[in-house]
């Protein structure tokens, strides 16, 4: 019986090829077989050509590969092959499902290793030139998700913090929005929303919670949202983003 191989869970990062770390550039370099979601680009693994390329993608919305069968592709795959990838959108640890693959990876005994990534709020904050944290304005910062696992029906509570930041938000930023006016925020606190963020399509819209609420318009990749008064444009920004042209609000039907 050959020995069983090892596992790294690494962070692709948001987008970009050269926003990978090293340490995962260097090991997809290395890598039999890399298991990759929806959101990993095309650029990403011409790092790994010598790979075994398997799509296990998750997206919103769209078919996605059952939780259960990932966990079994990556055990039975450390068994046939030294070295394992799972490459992951974003961040391994934050919103990517990694405890269900830690467990089942430890339950069969095979080593696993996380490599982290670029999460896609700092990524945004970074392409928006807005920082998430603002010395007198935010000094606390919260990311959260609307998408629940089936058996759970509630909205979870959105944090009580100065920046707010919504993952998988294009669809549930107008309910965000909306509950955030009924809980007593102030209706022009400022609201950035990027799409496809670091990407060569990604697109940005400044507007306010009062305006999000009224939804958002045609979207055509992930959204991330930012909202607070950390939000609000800087004198200098006056012209680094488009308001009105780039992702346009959509008023919802009453």
């Given at each position: ?109 095979i ?57 998988m ?21 400022p ?5 496809n ?43 680094d ?14």
């Open positions: 019986m050959s020995a069983i191989g090892k596992v790294y869970l690494i962070g692709a990062g948001p987008g970009a090829q050269d926003l990978i770390t090293l340490r995962g550039a260097r090991l997809l370099a290395q890598a039999d077989v890399v298991l990759h979601d929806a959101l990993v680009t095309d650029e990403m693994l011409e790092l790994c050509p010598q790979a075994e390329k398997i799509l296990v993608g998750k997206r919103c919305g769209q078919l996605s590969t059952a939780q259960q069968f990932i966990n079994k592709q990556l055990v039975d795959n450390a068994r046939k092959f030294p070295l394992v990838v799972r490459l992951k959108g974003g961040d391994p640890m934050l919103f990517g499902r990694a405890d269900e693959e830690l467990r089942a990876l430890e339950e069969a005994g080593d696993v290793e996380v490599v982290p990534g670029i999460t896609t709020a700092l990524a945004a904050a970074a392409t928006s030139k807005q920082p998430l944290t603002k010395r007198g304005v935010a000094r606390s910062v919260a990311f959260f998700t609307s998408s629940t696992a089936p058996e759970h029906t509630e909205h979870a509570a959105i944090p009580d913090t100065d920046t707010l930041v919504q993952y938000g294009g669809r549930e930023a107008a309910a965000t929005a909306e509950r955030m006016l009924a809980q007593g925020r102030r209706a022009d606190t609201v950035l929303v990027i799409e963020v670091s990407r060569p399509d990604q697109r940005i819209l400044r507007l306010t919670i009062a305006t999000l609420a009224q939804g958002l318009g045609s979207t055509h990749g992930p959204v991330l949202v930012m909202l607070g008064e950390a939000m609000k444009r800087r004198a200098h920004q006056a012209a983003i488009k308001a009105s042209t780039d992702i346009a609000p959509q008023r919802q039907a009453s």
